[in-house]
């Protein structure tokens, strides 16, 4: 697993391999992760097209 954290489990849920979403419509499902028991996440990103896209997404948690 590489420092930090790493995929537990490729995919991004519900059985989703790979998908397209058009313009304006929406998907649901989840991506898998793991990170260290004692770490404290402040933002998941995601890049898109194995992080070759131009688009990532960025989210804050707490």
Same mark, same amino acid.
């Given at each position: 697993?590489?420092?930090?954290? %790493? +995929? +537990?489990?490729?995919?991004? #849920?519900?059985?989703?391999?790979?998908?397209? /979403? +058009?313009? #304006? $419509?929406? %998907? =649901? %499902?989840?991506?898998?992760? $793991?990170?260290? =028991?004692?770490? *404290?996440? +402040? *933002? /998941?990103?995601?890049?898109?097209?194995?992080?070759?896209?131009?688009?990532? %997404?960025?989210?804050? /948690?707490?």
């Amino acid at each position: 697993m590489p420092p930090g954290g %790493g +995929a +537990a489990s490729p995919g991004c #849920g519900r059985g989703w391999s790979r998908t397209n /979403i +058009a313009p #304006g $419509e929406s %998907g =649901k %499902g989840f991506v898998t992760f $793991e990170v260290p =028991k004692d770490a *404290k996440l +402040a *933002k /998941i990103q995601f890049g898109l097209d194995s992080g070759f896209a131009d688009q990532t %997404g960025q989210w804050t /948690i707490g």
